[in-house]
């Protein structure tokens, strides 16, 4: 059952910009996919027992350790994000595309010098570059009609008895400069009304939302990794992920009050810029018991952000019947603040089949409820919010690749849980993925796509007894990677 403090809790994680540093942001920089090469994106991901590809340095370090010789790797890559909004039976589909980089990076093999075949230590490697784990770029397009409440009815709520002089300069003072918001003449405390009041009260509305955000999040790796003896293999990777998140809404509402009405229409504008770097630690372990078999364990400490910069400011139109209209905006606001992501646990397993190709699965827990606004005493409040609405989740990827000469073709299936601990939405994403390689004993090309999709309700507002219906949105995102790399020494 769908409790209205979860409701809550989801309008503020998906929609309300003007309340910055919430626990939006830590789902937001938390829940992160790794795209990486056409390979890996092949697979689904399923890689951490396999190795030997760059983007292991962001998933098992350990699989630095397999690389034989140096190496040079870059891949383009094509996002296509689709989202379809049904919002009270009225349904819309919005989509945006976006070139990016998935990988570049080198990867540097030492042969060790051995003294009487004693020394256990076969190679040792150095790697340096940058994966992309997270792509922002999404339109959503949200209209329906509405004849119950108006976002204008939450604005009470907010205002209360406040002197207009206190009302937050992000939204109810806005509405009351552009007459939305009015205090009734005479009473004895400020008391307000509506627009909608003013001539025969609300009727219904056409509600209108437009979202589009942009950015990504791409992690710089430094690696190092060790083979010994061809039966363990180990990697150490430290992360420094760089991100940029810019988010742009409008939400409008249309006046169907007929006849006599005095308010047209209204426009309430959010604009969300962020910007920051962090630090985190990942290694890792990949075991090989026999030729056919092998296995991997991988530890993905917390990223912490110490330096996210926000800046967010909004602005307020209302158009009137009689040809009035009135504009208002806020001031910039800018705050800086700190986000502990939580840790995760990789385990993989592989089976080889001689050169002809492999299974692989990788299974990672991650506990969302170990994410944390900081400083905590000054984040107290969002901090318990994740403590109690968010939960553990299970991933479990699936990949396989088969070899016809030089000639490789791969497939795979992901499942991402939901990272919500109650049952207040879903969450869930699910990816299939197919790809293509070619390799030679001094380059390779590969060709990866991934189709990623999953279902989300999405809340315009909500206040104390007042909220809206649920917009189902379904998300769709496809993948286009092109790899090449070049061995050498």
Do not use: C
């Not at 992360?239 to 006046?255: A, H, I, T, W």
């Not at 969002?382 to 699936?398: M, S, V």
Request: proline letters at 3%; aromatic letters at 16%; hydrophobic letters at 35%.
């Amino acid at each position: 059952m769908k409790k209205i403090g979860l409701i809550t809790l989801l309008v503020y994680l998906f929609a309300n910009l003007a309340y910055a540093q919430n626990e939006e942001d830590a789902l937001r920089y938390s829940n992160v996919h790794l795209l990486g090469t056409a390979r890996y994106m092949g697979l689904s991901g399923a890689y951490g027992a396999i190795g030997a590809d760059f983007s292991t340095l962001s998933s098992n370090p350990a699989g630095i350790g397999l690389y034989r010789r140096s190496e040079f790797s870059i891949t383009p890559l094509l996002h296509i994000a689709k989202t379809t909004s049904t919002y009270n039976n009225e349904r819309h589909d919005d989509n945006k595309s976006n070139f990016g980089l998935g990988n570049l990076g080198f990867i540097l093999t030492f042969e060790t010098k051995k003294k009487l075949d004693q020394n256990p230590i076969r190679n040792f490697q150095f790697g340096v570059g940058i994966n992309r784990i997270k792509d922002f770029s999404n339109r959503i397009n949200i209209k329906g009609i509405n004849k119950v409440n108006s976002l204008l009815d939450t604005y009470l709520i907010y205002a209360g008895n406040m002197n207009p002089e206190n009302l937050d300069v992000f939204d109810t003072r806005l509405a009351f400069d552009t007459y939305l918001l009015d205090t009734i003449i005479g009473a004895s405390v400020p008391t307000y009304v509506n627009a909608y009041s003013y001539i025969g009260g609300f009727n219904g509305a056409i509600q209108r939302k437009t979202i589009e955000t942009s950015g990504s999040i791409y992690e710089w790796a430094l690696s190092g990794g060790m083979n010994f003896n061809d039966v363990l293999y180990f990697g150490l990777t430290l992360g420094f992920p760089r991100l940029k998140y810019y988010q742009e809404s409008v939400y409008s509402e249309f006046n169907l009050t007929e006849p006599n009405k005095d308010l047209d229409q209204f426009n309430y504008a959010e604009e969300l810029k962020t910007t920051g770097t962090g630090f985190n630690v990942k290694t890792g372990v990949i075991v090989r018991p026999a030729d056919w078999l092998r296995v991997g364990l991988a530890y993905h400490s917390p990223t912490w952000y110490n330096d996210l910069h926000d800046n967010w400011k909004t602005s307020m139109k209302a158009m009137y019947t009689n040809g009035d209209i009135f504009t208002s905006k806020s001031p910039t606001g800018e705050f800086f603040y700190d986000i502990e992501t939580p840790w995760k646990i990789i385990a993989s397993a592989a089976i080889i089949v001689s050169n002809k190709g492999f299974i692989s699965a990788d299974y990672e827990f991650t506990d969302y409820r170990n994410s944390s606004v900081k400083p905590n005493f000054t984040y107290s409040d969002i901090n318990e919010i994740i403590k109690n609405n968010f939960g553990p989740t299970n991933t479990l990827r699936l990949g396989t690749e088969w070899n016809a000469g030089p000639y490789q073709i791969r497939g795979g299936y992901a499942n991402y849980g939901s990272p919500f601990h109650l049952d207040v939405n879903d969450g869930m994403i699910q990816s299939v993925s197919a790809g293509l390689g070619y390799r030679t004993k001094t380059y390779y090309i590969d060709l990866g796509v991934a189709y990623s999709f999953g279902n989300m309700d999405y809340y315009l507002y909500n206040a104390d007894y007042i909220r809206t219906n649920p917009v189902d949105n379904r998300y769709e995102t496809i993948n286009f990677g092109f790899t090449y790399g070049y061995r050498f020494n």
